[in-house]
């Protein structure tokens, strides 16, 4: 595995929040009772008078978002992704959605980095519903890094933006700050014989796909995808016409997230075979994050096999 | 007292256009939601014409009062005041509820003048209006927030979320208005989910409760408001006991005309709000 950032996401984000908080008098956070574990209590102590924290009301939290956000403020609401997405979904999509309201959404803990708290923590259907609401932004950032810009780019864009975090340090991708442009995806490393298309923490899983199938002569390139919604559409379809085949790697059921994405594009601009990396439609248990990640298909193993697949559809497409 | 009077009178017969244009409004589209709009007809007129500092001209005025109409669905009777009171012009009451009309079946603050927050899904006003309450704490604003729920509304768990919340921060810029016309879709709301004793869930949650015995009376309503607006430290709840379908005798108290279950009737409806 490559080296672990030494920042996890979510502290990454408090940074990034105390940041753009320090510039924008009128940027607030908010939390319903897990700012320890989202970390908005490190902006909590250096702003104490710009966080709120709701109780264990997600949804009164979200609409209060709203109502702030109406009067001019830039409110970033935070707790699990899964109480977002789902508890408070009718608020998010009502009042913060159909109203273009400035409100930022962290939802942490996305995927299974709630890894021993189990699948009722566990965030996998969170991006497919986030994804289907109209004016939506949705942003995947793959490292601490990354999380940091796209903090400062979906505070620095007016309306409705969802980013989503990893609680846990992953592993490095991005060597230095890069700007985040929201719409973009971009390449990591080149390749000719197909392109893997990730986002969050399986962009590191990725390259390290890429390795090994480059030790074997398979020449892969590999992009990432931070901004699901709105999609790289561009950036597809280039790799379809040029690579003629697409593994999609996400942390998110196989419905409705990057792969459901990806296909739809490919589908509508230049049919090559797409093949899905994703969770096979199923809860997971409580585990190390890691290990969750290896046992429900997520592996560079994974990826690797479905390059495998991917070729070989190549191969009899042209037979 | 004579200009009191004179104030009252005027009200009352701004409240009487805003009631026919509401039922003008629901008969034009052929639906509706005639028994919560007709409810609060005096509510919102007594805000709009009287209480809101507000500006037609500059309908996101930073400084402006605002409105949130939790109970959506009584946006007929938001949509008369705020045209009547000028920020859009009566035409679009023909195209209330129609493609390509500004006015949506629940109000939608990016299309109409003067809405404050788009609502509908019912539990999520209180909220949105205790966020502007605090923006206007934290920007150093002096308006005030007003917000109208359903007495139904009241059975989602979000309104208490927001109840406890409001009293745990001392919002006192915020006044809550409960348009307690005890019937709701499916029927009476004591037969569906009873809310009772609904003062002393207010209070119990932190709330100063101001009982308006008659939510028509122009007087009362007026008298309610001034009291809520002198309440320190806590925020403050109007329950106004009102009468579904207000003013339209064979509406009034029907949870069959919660929305429009008769189009036949409609322009009977219209005859005798407009008679008289």
């Given at each position: 595995m490559r080296p672990l950032d030494r920042l996890a996401m979510r502290d990454a984000f408090a940074q990034a929040a105390i940041e753009a908080a320090e510039r924008l008098p009128n940027l607030i956070v908010?939390?319903?009772?897990?700012?320890?574990?989202?970390?908005?209590?490190?902006?909590?102590?250096?702003?104490?008078?710009?966080?709120?924290?709701?109780?264990?009301?997600?949804?009164?939290?979200?609409?209060?978002?709203?109502?702030?956000?109406?009067?001019?403020?830039?409110?970033?609401?935070?707790?699990?992704?899964?109480?977002?997405?789902?508890?408070?979904?009718?608020?998010?999509?009502?009042?913060?959605?159909?109203?273009?309201?400035?409100?930022?959404?962290?939802?942490?803990?996305?995927?299974?980095?709630?890894?021993?708290?189990?699948?009722?923590h566990h965030?996998?259907?969170?991006?497919?519903?986030?994804?289907?609401?109209?004016?939506?932004?949705?942003?995947?950032?793959?490292?601490?890094?990354?999380?940091?810009?796209?903090?400062?780019?979906?505070?620095?864009?007016?309306?409705?933006?969802?980013?989503?975090?990893?609680?846990?340090?992953?592993?490095?991708?991005?060597?230095?700050?890069?700007?985040f442009v929201i719409g973009q995806g971009y390449q990591l490393r080149g390749g000719w014989d197909l392109t893997i298309v990730a986002m969050g923490v399986m962009v590191a899983r990725a390259l390290e796909a890429a390795d090994l199938l480059s030790?074997?002569?398979?020449?892969?390139?590999?992009?990432?995808?931070?901004?699901?919604?709105?999609?790289?559409?561009?950036?597809?379809?280039?790799?379809?016409?040029?690579t003629g085949g697409i593994v999609t790697a996400e942390e998110h059921n196989i419905y409705g997230g990057l792969g459901s994405a990806v296909a739809e594009v490919v589908a509508e601009t230049a049919p090559v075979p797409v093949e899905r990396v994703a969770i096979r439609d199923c809860f997971a248990e409580s585990g190390d994050y890691f290990e969750l990640l290896d046992k429900y298909g997520l592996g560079v193993r994974d990826?690797?096999?479905?390059?495998?697949?991917?070729?070989?559809?190549?191969?009899?497409a042209r037979v | 007292m004579g200009e009191d009077a004179e104030r009252i009178a005027l009200l009352e017969a701004q409240a009487k256009a805003v009631r026919r244009a509401v039922v003008e409004m629901i008969a034009a589209a052929g639906s509706g939601h005639p028994g919560g709009g007709l409810s609060a007809v005096e509510i919102v007129t007594v805000l709009y014409f009287r209480v809101l500092r507000v500006d037609p001209t500059r309908p996101r005025w930073e400084e402006r009062d605002r409105f949130v109409l939790s109970k959506g669905h009584g946006s007929a009777a938001l949509y008369a005041a705020l045209s009547l009171r000028g920020f859009f012009s009566p035409e679009e009451f023909r195209r209330f509820r129609q493609t390509g009309g500004l006015l949506q079946g629940h109000p939608d603050m990016r299309k109409v003048p003067g809405v404050d927050m788009s609502s509908g899904s019912l539990g999520q006003g209180?909220?949105?209006?205790?966020?502007?309450?605090?923006?206007?704490?934290?920007?150093?604003?002096?308006?005030?927030?007003y917000v109208l729920l359903g007495d139904g509304e009241c059975q989602e768990g979000q309104i208490w979320e927001a109840a406890m919340a409001a009293a745990h921060w001392k919002v006192d810029n915020l006044t809550a208005i409960l348009d307690y016309n005890r019937v709701q879709l499916d029927g009476p709301v004591g037969d569906i989910m009873e809310l009772e004793p609904l003062a002393a869930k207010w209070q119990a949650f932190g709330w100063e409760v101001i009982d308006c015995p008659d939510g028509h009376s122009i007087g009362g309503l007026l008298h309610a408001l001034e009291v809520a607006r002198t309440v320190q430290g806590?925020?403050?709840?109007?329950?106004?006991?009102?009468?579904?379908?207000?003013?339209?005798?064979?509406?009034?108290?029907?949870?069959?005309?919660?929305?429009?279950?008769?189009?036949?009737?409609?322009?009977?409806?219209?005859?005798?709000?407009?008679?008289?």
């Open positions: 908010l939390d319903a009772d897990v700012s320890k574990s989202t970390k908005s209590s490190v902006f909590a102590q250096v702003f104490p008078n710009r966080f709120l924290n709701v109780g264990i009301a997600e949804q009164n939290m979200v609409s209060i978002a709203a109502g702030l956000a109406a009067a001019g403020m830039i409110p970033v609401v935070n707790t699990f992704s899964m109480l977002l997405s789902m508890r408070a979904l009718d608020q998010i999509r009502q009042s913060v959605a159909y109203t273009r309201l400035n409100v930022k959404i962290m939802g942490h803990y996305g995927g299974y980095s709630a890894g021993p708290e189990g699948p009722t965030a996998i259907e969170d991006l497919g519903i986030i994804r289907s609401l109209p004016n939506m932004t949705l942003l995947v950032p793959c490292d601490a890094t990354e999380a940091r810009a796209a903090f400062h780019a979906a505070v620095a864009s007016d309306g409705p933006c969802y980013l989503r975090l990893c609680r846990n340090p992953v592993p490095r991708v991005l060597e230095a700050p890069q700007p030790a074997r002569g398979i020449d892969a390139r590999v992009v990432a995808m931070p901004s699901l919604k709105p999609l790289d559409r561009a950036l597809v379809e280039r790799a379809a016409r040029e990826i690797e096999a479905a390059a495998e697949r991917v070729l070989r559809r190549k191969m009899d | 209180l909220s949105a209006a205790l966020g502007m309450a605090l923006a206007a704490r934290y920007l150093g604003r002096s308006y005030r927030t806590r925020p403050a709840i109007i329950i106004a006991r009102t009468v579904k379908g207000k003013g339209v005798s064979f509406m009034e108290h029907q949870a069959a005309w919660h929305g429009v279950s008769d189009p036949s009737r409609l322009p009977e409806a219209v005859r005798e709000v407009c008679g008289g």
